[in-house]
């Protein structure tokens, strides 16, 4: 089981600062969310930003594409650095075609569902993904309230793809799901709010990281 920081919740005047000190506590992943303002209302990073901290740092940079016509940006963000591309399958007219350029540019490809929408695609999509995104809140902004939801989505993501591909949760995932998310059979676990509350990330992680052990081991 692995930890993905979300910067979303980050200071941005500091996130040079957070990178460092997410390095030093040892974090699997940075996931960095990329908003336009069209898909969900909200603004957040651009290529330049993640240029700069795929140069700063050597943990793995997932770039989650919260926005319209991905297939644009796929190329920039490789680029740019980016170890994981994921896109929200609603947002793809032709998902294979997506994946498959992703795939084609040497970056691992990750699938990314809205909470309304069904796992039943991964069926047909399964070759094409590296990582499998189920999302436990509306995309849009950090902060918000877990959807239970995701407890069956996940279950019928298992049927599908078996231990095959690597799940990864994202959204309101804190101290009181993730031992229950954990039992369910994700692999990873997106954390804004939950690392960056209280200022603490360093206290806030090895909680987390406590609460995934012991749920494995029980
Ligand atoms: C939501 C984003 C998430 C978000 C998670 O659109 O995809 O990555 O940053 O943040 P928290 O952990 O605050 O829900
Ligand atoms: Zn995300």
Do not use: W
Request: aromatic share 6%.
């Amino acid at each position: 089981m692995k930890i993905s920081a979300s910067i979303l919740a980050a200071n941005p005047l500091y996130l040079g600062d957070s990178i460092k000190e997410l390095e030093n506590e040892g974090v699997d992943f940075i996931h960095v969310d990329i908003m336009d303002g069209h898909y969900v209302n909200n603004l957040t990073f651009g290529v330049d930003t993640v240029k700069s901290l795929c140069r700063m740092t050597n943990i793995p940079v997932e770039v989650h594409l919260e926005l319209s016509n991905p297939e644009d940006h796929i190329e920039n963000f490789a680029n740019a650095g980016a170890s994981i591309i994921t896109v929200m399958l609603d947002t793809c007219a032709n998902p294979i075609r997506v994946l498959e350029k992703i795939r084609k540019l040497n970056i691992k490809s990750g699938l990314s569902i809205s909470p309304h929408v069904s796992v039943d695609a991964v069926k047909y999509l399964e070759n094409y993904i590296d990582y499998l995104l189920l999302l436990s809140v509306e995309p849009g902004f950090g902060g918000q309230k877990f959807q239970t939801s995701v407890y069956s989505k996940i279950k019928d993501a298992k049927k599908i793809i078996g231990n095959r591909i690597p799940i990864e949760i994202d959204g309101g995932v804190n101290t009181d799901n993730i031992s229950k998310l954990v039992k369910a059979g994700a692999d990873i676990f997106v954390i804004g709010t939950g690392l960056y509350n209280n200022g603490n990330l360093k206290d806030n992680l090895k909680r987390f990281n406590d609460i995934m052990k012991k749920a494995d081991i029980d």
